[in-house]
């Protein structure tokens, strides 16, 4: 049955490194194949290589680890209004409408891990990195994406009053 609501949320551990739940899943989200054990290895090798940018940066708006860069990031990218389609009339307008805030999150990750897996020729953990650190800092292909999004749903919001 479509719209059963899971038990997800309530069966979802904390990471065990970390002991954060949004880090969790968003493990879960790089995992393939089920193959959970080289997801943690690749996030985690990933919040070493930014732990390691860290010591090198030197910024009045430092994080203290990782993890804050990591939650910055997912904040950063996080998309507010988007377009969906909606047929009225006989036509299909693009109507912008606001995002509910799991569905901001899962885009996110999303986001991410594709300009992640979109980029060639390194190893993962050095491309989810880049990324994140990239993210937290509000560039990077994530962030194109959300406000390529963004820009998306202000060019028509003139069909805003299609939205219910």
């Known amino acids: 049955m479509a719209g059963r609501i899971t038990a997800s949320e309530t069966q979802l551990r904390p990471d065990p490194r970390f002991n ?10 790089v995992m393939r194949d089920g193959k959970k054990s080289v997801a943690l290895r690749v996030v985690y090798n990933a919040m070493d290589e930014i732990e390691a940018k860290l010591k090198k940066y030197t910024g009045d ?4 680890n990782s993890l804050e860069v990591f939650h910055k990031a997912v904040s950063n990218v996080k998309p ?7 047929r009225i009339g006989g036509a299909n307008y693009q109507v912008p409408l606001p995002v509910k805030s799991n569905r901001q999150q899962s ?11 979109s980029e ?13 650190w990239a993210a937290a800092r509000g560039e990077g292909k994530a962030m194109t994406t959300r406000d390529q999004t963004h820009r998306m749903a202000e060019a028509n919001k003139a069909f805003a009053h299609f939205a219910k």
């Open 80 to 86: 507010y209004v988007e377009v969906r389609s909606k």
């Open 20 to 29: 954060d739940k949004v880090l969790s899943k968003f493990i879960n989200c």
């Open 61 to 64: 708006d430092k994080p203290q």
């Open 120 to 132: 060639k020729g390194r190893p993962m953990h050095l491309k989810l990195a880049d990324e994140l």
């Open 107 to 117: 885009l996110a990750f999303r986001w991410i891990i594709e300009a992640a897996r």
